[in-house]
């Protein structure tokens, strides 16, 4: 809840997933500019859904962005998940938004069906 209010703040159009499988599909139909996840899920992980996202067709160029209050984790964000950022749980926000408008900037012009 607190990453919807702060993107919607921002003027993002958010959505919101309750685990991978749900995550997964989400991304597919949707076709975001860009994906949070955090590591650490009900039923599974970011491995997991980075491994899947990255390999579907009309999500394997999107930035995706890992969060985990795990100190671990970031390691395996980007090593394991090709993560395009990874942001502790701990004071994360400020720099998360500020780094997800840099890859959205960066995008090729008309890929981006939101805001940017």
């Known amino acids: ?8 703040g921002r003027k993002y159009k958010v959505h919101t ?13 949707l076709r975001p500019d860009c994906i949070v996840v955090d590591f650490h ?25 890992v969060i985990s209050s795990d100190p671990d984790a970031e390691e395996s964000a980007y090593g394991e998940c090709r993560a395009d950022k990874f942001y502790p749980k701990t004071g994360f926000l400020s720099d998360m938004l ?11 012009p008309g890929r981006s069906r939101y805001r940017r």
């Open 98 to 108: 500020g780094g997800i408008a840099a890859l959205l900037a960066a995008r090729p």
């Open 17 to 29: 997933a309750a685990g991978c499988a749900e995550g997964v599909a989400a991304a597919g139909r």
């Open 41 to 65: 899920l009900s039923d599974g992980d970011a491995v997991d859904v980075c491994g899947r996202i990255r390999a579907a067709g009309g999500t394997r160029g999107v930035p995706i962005v």
């Open 1 to 8: 809840r607190l990453l919807s209010r702060a993107f919607a």
